[in-house]
DNA sequence: TACCTGAAGAATGTCGACAATATAACGATT
DNA sequence: AATCGTTATATTGTCGACATTCTTCAGGTA
């Protein structure tokens, strides 16, 4: 699995916390081996439930247990990784019982996010969702070309980081990015994580027509009746899924991009 | 300054992020020092702008510098610290340009929060929102004893975490406590942080009712306007502020407990 | 057979030391 | 006088090693 650290493909491997303040520095090692860390989780390398050995990982990425160890803390503030004392590092599992409260979390910020952009003067407004079609646009033709449910579901998650990224509010961007990974790290948890709902595509395309109209309460109830649709599905309280296409979680072990 | 590290008082010194997954396990070493630094934080111990020395850090914890850095990243991960690369840490400021994002966040949060509790069952939602009755009296009392401004603010952000807190909700009461604190950071920033407007315990006890009428809507248009208006505050764009208490900080050096 | 006990192994937690870098002070130059 | 370049200091970034803790597995016992 390639693994590529340039931020021009960053996008390719799922949205990427960034420092809060945007100021230009060239980034420390810990954001480096955090950003690999991110990716590894999002991109399935290191699998939910997985043990993370840092003398191993460490080694794969060039750098002594130090750093890795600070870049891990990161993540376990995050909420990806988990650490128990003296037994070290596990990628953290998304259970049934936590489905509620992360979509819940995420309806918060995206509900804001939403919200924020039709609250916005008209001509803004569109220039600031240009991004956010694109990506649905991303959505239609991973849906047209029969991808699979993986490959989907990264658009679909896109799409949705789109929104939150087009407030241009920062912590409202890190929030996201983290909810993301984790409803990520669920779909990986469960074997029918990933299956693909056909009104995928009528919701989000209602979704933006109601954010570039301007309503943004609308949009907010559109996007909660979805997620309480996933999560409902999720928990297999509610219907089949109407198409189910299976995604295969590439077994491949560890592979990191050396530090330069 | 008294920086307590037992549970019990922790809510004298603001709100606290606790691990996500809520299991019975001693804290790290680890998450003591991030706890004392969010402390220090949030109790004017370091001041915004000021540079963390992590000699200096380390030895007055009784740590050495590896686990104070590891802490310390994860204080950059939250947007309290910021760490440029061989200049070290630093604490953030909260400069005006950020403030109208990070009352825009506040609302994404505390804005869902106060639905979330308005669409329970009456029954449960009146025993959730006890601890915030309980909390929003804290604020009244501080008030009618003629406290300083700094104490009335400790007031006003325990009742906006309580909000968050009565939801149950890991996710959100860890975003909620970053956001608070970096509340905190922006009063410390500006001279005229701490004012005290005399319509505060109004606002409050009106999205109180809200809630408790289940009326999440107009508790979240409340919240909007408090915060709306409070941010013309800061931003000195409205109306002086009715009443005002001058803050002092305690330019009391550092002041940490050594660790156990 | 199931369970508890204990020892061996492996991984983590912590520390001190060294190298690399940024900051500050100082002097030279225009 | 102000600015630029240089040097010295202090702080950070990184690493390797050791102490500690958890996990695992073998052995014994009820």
Do not use: C, W
Request: proline content about 3%; overall charge negative.
């Amino acid at each position: 699995m390639n693994q590529t650290q340039d931020r021009g493909s960053a996008r390719r491997n799922g949205p990427v916390t960034r420092p809060l303040v945007n100021t230009v520095r060239r980034p420390s090692t810990v954001d480096l081996i955090a950003v690999e860390l991110r990716n590894a989780i999002y991109g399935g390398t290191l699998m939910p439930g997985s043990s993370v050995r840092e003398a191993e990982v460490a080694s794969q990425l060039g750098v002594s247990r130090g750093p890795l160890r600070e870049s891990a803390q990161r993540l376990v503030q995050e909420g990806l990784l988990v650490a128990r004392p003296g037994a070290g590092l596990r990628v953290v599992t998304v259970g049934a019982d936590q489905i509620d409260d992360l979509y819940q979390a995420r309806l918060a910020i995206e509900s804001a996010a939403v919200r924020q952009i039709a609250a916005l003067d008209p001509e803004v407004r569109r220039r600031h969702i240009a991004s956010a079609e694109v990506l649905f646009d991303a959505l239609e033709s991973a849906l047209e070309d029969g991808s699979d449910a993986r490959r989907i579901g990264d658009a679909d998650l896109d799409l949705h980081y789109g929104l939150v990224e087009a407030t241009g509010n920062l912590r409202l961007m890190s929030f996201a990015s983290t909810l993301i990974i984790q409803t990520r790290i669920a779909a990986l948890s469960h074997a029918d994580g990933y299956v693909v709902r056909t009104d995928i595509l009528d919701v989000h395309r209602t979704l933006l027509r109601q954010v570039s109209d301007g309503d943004g309460q609308a949009a907010s109830e559109t996007l909660a009746g979805h997620f309480r649709q996933t999560v409902d599905r999720l928990l297999g309280r509610l219907d089949k899924p109407f198409s189910t296409v299976s995604g295969e979680a590439d077994g491949s072990h560890f592979s990191f991009n050396r530090l330069p």
